[in-house]
């Protein structure tokens, strides 16, 4: 595993911009890597998959170049995250393209992912998981993972159910590779908070949808700037897994989002022409933390604005 110190040392803020169905591309990951923070993007978003090779190509030409051109600058390695089911019929063929690109991360999620390890491995590469309990995070730390991403309660998408103080200390105790915490944070301070309960990186998912730079629709960036934790809904309909969602999102859609029915988790299907995915591609993700965000910014003002508030804030507890 690359020393802890190491990774961070080529990061502004010890930040993952979170995978987002289908809101990451290249043109946001590009400019969160550039910012100086860890960029990331499902494999499934590149559509058909044949696109997957040229988002690869492009990310790692553009990053490079743009390192040359400003040797001074930190610039961040990308991730990308592969879902680990048997549904996903891609998952050979986009672990081949990462392998061949030698993505320096690789998120994994939903089971434990040891082929992936192997394979990530073999090139030098990382490999992080996402689990929402103690469970979980012991099964992907027996299979090799470099680091573990806790999901704690109020996160966007997948998110679990358990505090971040009961989750990151349960992991810490077993575990000394990376901690990244997720969960309703969206500012400078709540990254500093999570080093300080014992994650490594903090994992921000949804304050990076309200970017210019992100592939969602203009009423998606303004109904989470218009949210609260109030408007978020908990529920597993849309994927067989529990998730959150903006109510106004499910609301628009026809659905009353004080009666949905529980998703069949058996059912789940991530294969590439998943028409289930598609008749919710209306239904939008986010965390609890939406109350928080009140402005659409470019991705390198927002990470300048949260280096900011990280930095002024441990200066005032150093006090």
Request: charged share 20%; hydrophobic share 40%; proline share 4%.
């Amino acid at each position: 595993m690359t020393n802890k110190k190491t990774l961070l040392k080529t990061l502004k803020l010890p930040l993952i911009g979170a995978p987002l169905f289908i809101v990451s591309g290249p043109d946001l990951v590009i400019e969160q890597c550039k910012a100086g923070i860890i960029g990331a993007f499902p494999a499934l978003n590149a559509r058909p998959k044949e696109v997957l090779d040229e988002w690869l190509s492009r990310i790692t030409k553009e990053l490079k170049d743009h390192q040359n051109k400003h040797p001074g600058n930190l610039v961040a390695p990308f991730a990308v995250n592969q879902i680990v089911h048997q549904s996903n019929n891609r998952l050979m063929h986009d672990m081949e393209l990462c392998v061949k690109h030698k993505v320096p991360i690789v998120i994994t999620s939903l089971r434990p992912p040891a082929q992936v390890v192997e394979a990530v491995h073999s090139y030098g590469g990382l490999v992080f998981h996402d689990v929402i309990n103690i469970k979980h995070a012991r099964k992907a730390i027996e299979q090799g993972v470099d680091g573990v991403i806790a999901v704690c309660a109020g996160a966007g998408g997948h998110a679990g159910t358990l505090s971040p103080f009961a989750l990151v200390k349960e992991i810490r105790e077993i575990y000394d590779g990376y901690i990244i915490l997720s969960g309703s944070m969206s500012c400078g301070q709540d990254i500093l908070a999570a080093q300080c309960i014992g994650a490594d990186l903090a994992y921000f998912g949804t304050r990076f949808i309200a970017t210019n730079e992100a592939n969602a629709v203009d009423s998606y960036k303004e109904m989470i700037v218009a949210s609260n934790a109030d408007d978020i809904v908990y529920s597993s309909l849309f994927t067989g897994v529990h998730g959150s969602y903006l109510k106004g999102s499910i609301t628009n859609a026809g659905l009353d989002p004080d009666r949905l029915n529980d998703g069949e988790k058996e059912k789940m299907d991530f294969g590439s022409d998943n028409a289930k995915s598609k008749a919710w591609k209306d239904i939008w993700g986010a965390g609890q933390g939406v109350g928080s965000m009140k402005n659409i910014l470019s991705v390198s003002a927002l990470v300048d604005q949260l280096v900011e508030e990280y930095n002024s804030t441990k200066s005032k507890l150093l006090d």
